[in-house]
């Protein structure tokens, strides 16, 4: 629920160590008028200090990584999966790879650096250390691939897997002995490879350790050739010095360097294309724009490239990003001139030195891990939040003052009225950027704006009407504007309707009326790809204000009378399919209470972002006799309507029941949807309950989904090449999950 609107908009690129740092941060003392939102194409964002030790098998992939989805959620924070692609300073516009531009107030960029892949043939034939998701799946391929030389002729006659690592600074050498330590572990035959272009490893660490380093590799059969300048990969070779060394797989680990795209940013850049930023880790050129981590450049306090950095600037960010957007004064951030360094070495051995002192050993190693494990608790053991905001309670005036209210007393009375109409240039500003879907059938609409939209029925058509509307269920106004369009369009999708026309009633948190534009812009941008897919024009609407974002939809659906799906008419001896995995009700329960993956929210997106049309029109293919859609009665709430109104009863199997991932764990955990309760009243409708009641499936029965599949009877011999029709459009998780029956004397539903 909103307590104060929102004024300005900080959004953060990227999910490196110091914005997930500065997401935490938020959670426990947020700015009331300020809203947050984190912009990452991963979930998982990877923390490279506990990099090797996963690539040596120390650690697994959840301890290394933080779930940035499940993170923003907790600590009340938006998140947006894309890649930026653009920035525009002059416009304060992002450019994203798959949905319409972001619009910031305040924008910080830590978006970490990748190796430098300017040497010929690392683009086709090398694999860079960075960006970490790529690597590791690379990493995972070449583990099969030593398991199954292992068994192959080659290793028979003790030819080894050549693996070669370009790149001999710390990275490359923790990654090289991480990867011969898990080699070694699983008895593989493998010849590791290190080229450093240095004439020394580790030219900054003292000679003891130096000399420990070298004796390390010596011991554990790591050939390492310095002085190397590497000029060229191909497909088998890596060329340089007048050499060339075989691989059967290579890796690069070179020199850091900074994102393309930044290039045409108009941001001050320093050579090598990283952010110039003055002390309080501002863009030396755009006051409103911060960096932080490895693609920003502090001019007057110049550091190599190390996460610490990105650790130490976060409280500095944090507080800036919020003074920024106050007008308030901003603290510098003076980096310290020396710092801890530890170097994993394969196995629980590291090498560590702080100057002037160095030390190595087990030991080293535990206070590596030790560091290592107390960071990422940070992000894996989340506080619980009560219901009361911590931290500030009161609208800033500054933000006061640019919402055009005079006191906290004005803003209360504002709230009172979320009946409200959104202000008309709010409106107009939208509405000019639309371009709804120009249908034939429209003789007044968005384009000729009337008191009313006047609609054409053909004479061989029956208007199919539905209505629907939905809260918001992920703070993503450009995706919930598609949601709901889907939601309410599939309605006419289970009659097998054609959409023609839609009405929209929309509800927008009270904000300024720059949010509002942006909210309002995102949202109708996402609901006009859905309808425009589908050749439903949207001829109008109403909006208004409202504690939280809501969107609905009134649907005009045409249709020939004999293509018309029904919910009644199923018939004893039919199989009912569903076409959609259930679970979408717990796994935004879940997600709202920021307890949910973030991987198993995209996967319900995902799921749940897919039309029910082309499902329909398979189903009418084979003449299925009756056909509805599961949304908020759940699975069990609408086949009791399909069966009451087909005068039948019905056996479900209850291991068929589909379950999206994720859905069983967080059900087990006790977490479902507000509406679980009513649609569990339900159970009298099952003739058998007290055998299934602790089956893992059952609440699935209950389960309100938003976006879900459909449910049909379809003939029984028909069915199996119903299912390959509606696997081949995309329909993955369609399943037979039980049988019409005669209806039972006593409930029309039995559990099997």
Request: proline share 5%; charged share 15%; with cysteine.
């Amino acid at each position: 629920m909103q307590q104060f609107p929102d004024v300005k908009d900080i959004v953060l690129i990227g999910g490196g160590h110091s914005h997930a740092l500065v997401i935490r941060m938020w959670a426990m003392n947020p700015a009331p008028g300020l809203r947050l939102t984190l912009i990452s194409p991963q979930v998982h964002t990877p923390y490279s200090g506990m990099l090797p030790g996963l690539v040596a098998g120390h650690y697994n992939f959840e301890q290394t990584h933080i779930d940035l989805q499940k993170v923003c959620a907790w600590a009340g924070v938006r998140f947006i999966k894309a890649h930026a692609t653009k920035i525009n300073p002059e416009q304060q516009t992002i450019t994203l790879d798959t949905r319409p531009d972001i619009e910031y107030d305040i924008c910080s960029i830590d978006i970490g650096s990748t190796p430098n892949n300017s040497i010929s043939g690392f683009d086709e034939f090398a694999v860079g250390v960075k960006p970490i998701s790529r690597f590791y799946s690379h990493w995972q391929e070449l583990q099969n691939q030593l398991l199954q030389h292992k068994q192959s002729s080659k290793s028979k006659t003790n030819e080894p897997f050549k693996v070669v690592i370009i790149g001999g600074g710390a990275g490359g050498i923790e990654l090289i002995t991480a990867m011969q330590h898990w080699s070694n572990e699983n008895n593989c035959q493998a010849q590791f490879t290190l080229l450093s272009r240095g004439k020394t490893l580790l030219p900054d660490a003292p000679k003891a350790l130096q000399k420990q380093l070298t004796n390390h590799l010596s011991r554990n059969n790591i050939d390492y050739k310095l002085g190397f300048e590497c000029q060229s990969v191909d497909k088998n070779q890596v060329l340089g010095n007048n050499q060339a060394i075989d691989y059967d797989k290579v890796f690069y680990c070179t020199q850091a360097s900074a994102a393309p795209w930044l290039q045409s940013s108009g941001l001050d850049l320093n050579e090598q294309g990283f952010i110039n930023i003055n002390d309080q880790l501002q863009s030396r050129s755009h006051k409103n724009v911060f960096a932080a981590g490895d693609i920003s450049n502090q001019q007057n306090h110049p550091r190599p490239k190390a996460g610490v950095y990105a650790v130490r600037m976060a409280p500095i960010l944090f507080n800036n990003l919020i003074n920024s957007a106050l007008n308030k004064q901003l603290k510098p951030f003076k980096p310290q001139s020396d710092f801890l360094s530890l170097l994993a070495l394969g196995g629980k051995f590291a090498l560590g030195s702080r100057k002037p002192f160095s030390f190595s050993g087990g030991w080293a190693w535990a206070l590596k891990n030790h560091i290592d494990v107390k960071f990422m608790n940070l992000f894996h053991q989340l506080p619980a939040m009560g219901d009361e905001l911590p931290g500030r309670q009161t609208l800033d005036p500054t933000l006061q003052a640019e919402l055009g209210i005079k006191d906290i007393h004005e803003l209360a009375m504002r709230c009172g009225g979320c009946g409200g109409k959104v202000g008309a240039s709010v409106l107009s500003d939208v509405l000019k950027n639309l371009q709804p879907y120009p249908h034939k059938d429209v003789l007044i609409g968005l384009s000729s704006p009337d008191d009313a939209a006047v609609i054409n029925i053909p004479s061989n058509k029956k208007l199919v009407q539905t209505i629907d509307h939905l809260k918001t269920l992920i703070d993503d106004p450009y995706l919930f504007g598609k949601l709901s369009a889907l939601h309410a369009l599939s309605d006419a999708f289970a009659m097998n309707a054609k959409p023609q026309s839609a009405q929209a009633l929309v509800q927008l948190p009270m904000a300024s009326e720059a949010i509002q534009k942006r909210d309002m812009s995102q949202l109708m941008q996402g609901a006009l790809e859905v309808l425009n897919q589908h050749e439903c024009a949207l001829v109008g609407g109403h909006t208004s204000e409202d504690t939280q974002l809501n969107l609905g939809f009134c649907i005009n659906a045409l249709a020939e009378e004999k293509e018309l799906l029904h919910k009644q008419g199923a018939n004893v001896g039919e199989v009912l399919i569903l076409t959609q995995g259930l679970g979408t009700g717990a796994l935004f329960a879940a997600h709202m209470r920021g307890l949910a993956k973030g991987n198993d929210i995209q996967g319900a997106l995902k799921n749940m972002l897919q039309s029910n049309q082309s499902a329909a029109q398979i189903f009418h293919q084979f003449n299925a006799s009756a056909c509805t859609d599961v949304t908020g009665f759940g699975l069990l709430g609408h086949l009791v309507e399909m069966l009451k109104e087909s005068n039948v009863g019905a056996s479900i199997n209850m291991a068929n029941i589909p379950a999206l991932p994720g859905t069983m764990n967080v059900m087990q955990a006790g977490i479902f949807s507000s509406l679980q309760p009513h649609n569990v009243r339900l159970r009298r409708a099952i003739n058998n309950q007290d055998e299934y009641i602790h089956h893992d499936h059952y609440p699935l029965l209950f389960d309100p989904q938003t976006c879900g599949g459909l449910l049909a009877t379809v003939n029984a011999e028909q069915a199996p090449t119903c299912l390959n029709a509606l696997k081949d459009k995309g329909y993955t998780d369609s399943i037979i999950i039980g049988e019409i029956t005669r209806l039972p004397e006593q409930a029309m539903i039995t559990l099997i």
